[in-house]
């Protein structure tokens, strides 16, 4: 993380609870650059964040005496509260399975407060509603914990009716309401091949496929294109989709699709699809 112009990472056991003063102690720290931070409720708990306040780091050195004097102040954390849907089917053992997923919510901070907790599970009522309190100000992502279950993924979240592909913006202390985050459920899988025409497969280059929705809402993981072409895109419900073929390579300046192909997924089963990309074509636009 970083604080008072200096950058921290990793953490150490040993915090605990202050006193009815407010007082704290961390004993055990090795010399060196530290940062110290405070939160409310129970973050490592499995509960979810229940607390309302959180505080920025304040940065410190251990150098061969003990440190004293140090000062956090609490600040009064966002909220942001909503309901949780699943599209796709109306199987009841299906909805009674994602009533009992693992949601978890996430933090982007930026570098400000990077390497202080920034998750928590979401905890999501037996109507779909959930609330999260005590957040610090960035973009909130929520999705599933991890490992993901088959057949579930996330299709957007929306506020106020606007989708937030990039995650929500919350700002410092501000209560959200009214968020929709929509999962959708499937088992069709997407299984095919990108033809090279005009040209080579270029050495080095990292090509991923994705399948939108209308509205381009991403479905399912991107999947990157192996060694001999192919790809494979799973846990898609039933629709039509649009698939795009990009240069994800770490140097890439574009991002836009290279070609694109409309399929028609059904509700189970597998779709072969065969995207060219034409590199003559590319060459001449150039």
Do not use: C, H
Request: glycine share 16%.
């Amino acid at each position: 993380m970083t604080a008072g112009g200096r950058r921290f990472s990793g953490n150490v056991s040993g915090g605990g609870k202050t006193d009815e003063r407010g007082e704290f102690s961390v004993r055990g720290l090795v010399p060196g650059d530290w940062g110290v931070w405070a939160e409310t409720g129970d973050i490592y708990g499995g509960k979810g964040n229940e607390g309302t306040s959180y505080s920025d780091p304040v940065a410190f050195e251990v150098t061969d005496s003990d440190v004293s004097g140090l000062e956090i102040k609490m600040r009064r954390g966002a909220e942001v509260s909503g309901v949780m849907t699943l599209e796709g089917t109306s199987d009841p053992a299906v909805l009674a399975r994602f009533k009992e997923l693992k949601f978890g919510a996430w933090v982007n901070t930026g570098d400000a407060s990077a390497g202080v907790p920034n998750y928590t599970q979401l905890q999501v009522g037996a109507d779909g509603s959930f609330k999260l309190t005590g957040l610090r100000p960035g973009r909130l992502m929520l999705d599933l914990e991890w490992p993901r279950p088959k057949g579930f993924s996330l299709l957007y979240v929306k506020r106020e009716g606007v989708e937030q592909r990039e995650g929500l913006e919350v700002r410092a202390g501000e209560r959200v309401k009214n968020v929709q985050v929509t999962y959708s459920y499937g088992t069709a899988v997407i299984r095919g091949e990108v033809q090279f025409r005009g040209g080579s497969r270029p050495a080095g280059v990292t090509y991923v496929i994705q399948a939108l929705r209308p509205g381009g809402l991403v479905s399912g993981e991107p999947a990157l294109l192996d060694s001999l072409g192919r790809f494979q895109i799973e846990n898609l419900s039933a629709g039509e989709y649009e698939l795009t073929l990009a240069d994800w390579s770490p140097n890439a300046t574009n991002r836009s699709p290279l070609v694109k192909l409309t399929v028609s997924v059904p509700a189970e089963g597998e779709v072969k699809a065969t995207l060219v990309y034409d590199m003559g074509a590319k060459k001449e636009g150039q």
